[in-house]
């Protein structure tokens, strides 16, 4: 199927995703669970947005200039790999944000006059209408088509619009907002989605001095504290609740032994919050709401997710410093 190198309009491109009744009851089933926790994937309104593009500007969050350094001084390396493994190909990108990163490896493929069609999948909607105004004209001639919604429910559709081998992006160590456990059941299903041969090129943040993971989850400028507190703040406005933000603190912690680095909001005070008119939850001074994980990696803990998730390393692409990496693998 061909596509234009022009996008058409938002509706036309985007599958809808409506999470309304899905955010309230993940909401609910969170904050009523015996340690409470929110869904970090609803970070993300207009507003989560916003903060998390200031976050990554942050000097403390390295993880940007460490991935955005591989992609801008090793992008034609990484596309002759892609294409040691695939001559044809289409590249979907799970979590694509503003594609400041994967935009410097779209353009070398276009530059190599590689054949394929860009696939951004987000579950925000302001994220995919960004990318509808501004890829145009970043990258001239680029075919994309943007899908709005859950990653694996994109990739259903993807499979139906291209056969395609697929060469999946999965950047920014996103995959270290899962617990190990739960990054090799997402490997594993990732992996149902793929057919033999595709390829994954995924970013995962080392482990290395503490200080420096946890300076990076608790900016000097209290953007990462605004952030989380502001799904605190869309809870109220889309769900009609009564947090106020004022009665907790942000409190992020790191364990070297396991490389977890979590974020919590803890509770001040005893309290009552209200979502709607029938759900009351209640909050005891000092009880920690789970609002994050972001687990760090070392080389062989990698090696052995991509084992366990039905892939096979092909090789790794580190920033000078080695605090990054992103990992490309083969489905098998």
């Known amino acids: 199927m061909a596509y234009p190198t022009v996008i058409p309009t938002p509706a036309t491109v985007c599958r809808t995703f409506r999470h309304n009744n ?3 009851n993940d909401v609910v089933q969170g904050l009523r669970a015996q340690q409470k926790y929110l869904d970090p994937k609803y970070f993300y309104d207009a507003e989560g947005d916003v903060l ?4 990554m500007q942050c000097q403390e969050y390295y993880l940007t200039d460490c ?7 090793q992008s034609s390396n990484i596309a002759a790999t892609f294409n040691q493994y695939a001559d044809s ?4 990108e799970l979590g694509a944000g ?3 990163k994967s935009v410097h490896l779209l353009q070398q493929l276009l530059n190599n006059g590689t054949d394929y069609t860009y696939y951004p999948i987000d579950i925000s909607g302001n994220v995919i209408q960004l990318l509808n105004n501004t890829l145009p004209q970043k990258l001239s001639g680029l075919k994309f088509q943007g899908l709005l919604g859950e990653y694996f429910n994109m990739l259903e559709t993807v499979n139906q619009l291209s056969s395609r081998r697929k060469v999946l992006l999965f950047m920014g160590a996103n995959i270290g907002n899962f617990t190990p456990t739960a990054a090799r059941s997402f490997c594993q299903q990732l992996r149902s989605h793929l ?6 090129l995924t970013g995962f943040d080392l482990k290395k001095h503490p200080q420096l993971i946890l300076h990076a989850y608790n900016d000097s400028a209290g953007i990462t504290r605004e952030f989380n507190f502001n799904l605190l703040r869309r809870i109220n406005k889309e769900l009609d609740a009564n947090f106020d933000t004022s009665k907790f603190e942000h409190f992020p912690t790191y364990d070297p032994m396991t490389g977890a680095c979590k974020s919590y909001l803890i509770s001040l005070c005893n309290q009552q919050v209200r979502i709607g008119e029938d759900v009351i939850i209640n ?3 000092n009880e920690p709401l789970y609002m994050e994980i972001s687990q760090k990696y070392d080389p062989v803990e990698i090696d052995q997710l991509a084992a366990l998730g039905g892939f096979k390393p092909i090789t790794q692409f580190h920033d000078q410093r080695n605090w990054f990496v992103d990992c490309l693998w083969q489905a098998i």
């Open 98 to 100: 503003d594609a400041s």
């Open 195 to 200: 057919q033999p041969g595709d390829l994954l």
């Open 52 to 55: 998390f593009q200031q976050i």
């Open 67 to 73: 991935e955005m350094e591989i992609m801008m001084q």
């Open 89 to 92: 190909y289409d590249i979907v």
């Open 22 to 24: 899905a955010f309230y």
């Open 283 to 285: 909050f005891k001074e």
